[in-house]
């Protein structure tokens, strides 16, 4: 039986890409565990959470993160939010089926005031965030997360300035195409647009709104042909530009032949045994006053 959706949010998704696809559902599932591999595990870097710990994912798509959580700590109480009925849909059905009644899901957006008390959670996670919040709305959201951390909660982000680093010269043209496009938009703090511009600002960003002990971790993700993440970048990869391409047309990047030929170029060269790339992001975390 298919799972009931919940009602759509008022207002406009600033979502890059479909958030309703079951296409994107199925890159996001294989990009969290990738990205989760990558950081070295769900939790790696912070200090043990206390017992019976709360724990809020903001923007958790089809929730693959918070489920995992719930499974390997069933002391833990885990909520995940998204502005997307699909994912959601799909992360409480599976959340019913594996039997985890220590995790839940809720339709929200998150650069709107969060429908939770004060003080609610121990931590609060996001992860790739830029692909829909734009640069003027990050210190509201932060704001927001120490509203309902707890004293002394932690607040961890991880984010990454580019889809990737590789020796395939259509890749990276299509990478800067997309990057420009989403400065346009309000993407990114980057002042030419060419990456995202984001982990550079994060620590700062996280000292304004008055966060303390600031760590941070930097991660790297090989996606080279001979490499055990290649197949899930370059599904991620096709995916991505296949949803991407009428954007860029339409901002006037390039013509609809032009991305059309730097497109299947791209997925050609990812395919060459020669090719090379590595994916970087950096994880900051910060913890509200006590």
């Known amino acids: ?172 043209q299509l990478n800067t195409f997309l990057f420009r496009a989403m400065h346009t938009m309000g993407y990114g703090f980057a002042p030419n647009g060419v990456t995202l511009g984001i982990t550079p600002m994060l620590e700062r960003i996280f000292r304004q709104a008055n966060y303390s002990h600031l760590q941070r971790q930097a991660h790297a993700v090989n996606f080279s042909r001979d490499a055990e993440a290649w197949t899930d970048f370059y599904r991620n990869t096709e995916i991505v530009f296949l949803q991407a391409l009428p954007m860029l047309q339409k901002v006037d990047m390039a013509s609809k032949e032009e991305l059309d030929v730097l497109y299947h170029t791209m997925l050609s060269e990812m395919q060459q045994e020669a090719f090379c790339g590595m994916w970087y992001l950096l994880t900051v975390w910060g913890t509200t006053p006590v």
């Not at 599932?29 to 994912?57: K, S, Y």
């Not at 069933?74 to 089926?97: C, F, K, L, Q």
Request: with cysteine; aromatic share 6%.
């Open 1 to 172: 039986m298919e799972p009931d959706l919940p009602p759509p949010l008022e207002g406009a998704d600033t979502y890059v890409l479909d958030a309703e696809s079951a296409m994107e559902m199925a890159r996001l599932i294989r990009l969290d565990q990738m990205t989760t591999q990558g950081m070295g595990g769900h939790l790696a870097g912070l200090q043990p959470l206390p017992e019976g710990a709360q724990v809020l994912d903001i923007a958790c798509g089809p929730g693959c993160w918070a489920l995992d959580l719930a499974f390997l700590h069933p002391d833990m109480e885990v909520v995940g939010i998204d502005i997307s009925r699909t994912m959601i849909a799909y992360a409480n059905a599976r959340a019913y089926s594996q039997g985890n009644n220590n995790v839940s899901f809720e339709v929200m957006d998150v650069t709107k005031p969060l429908d939770f008390a004060d003080h609610s959670f121990d931590l609060v996670n996001g992860r790739l965030l830029s692909s829909f919040l734009r640069r003027d709305a990050w210190s509201l959201l932060l704001q927001e997360c120490q509203r309902i951390l707890r004293p002394g909660g932690i607040l961890r982000i991880t984010e990454t300035d580019h889809g990737g680093i590789t020796s395939s010269p259509a890749f990276d």
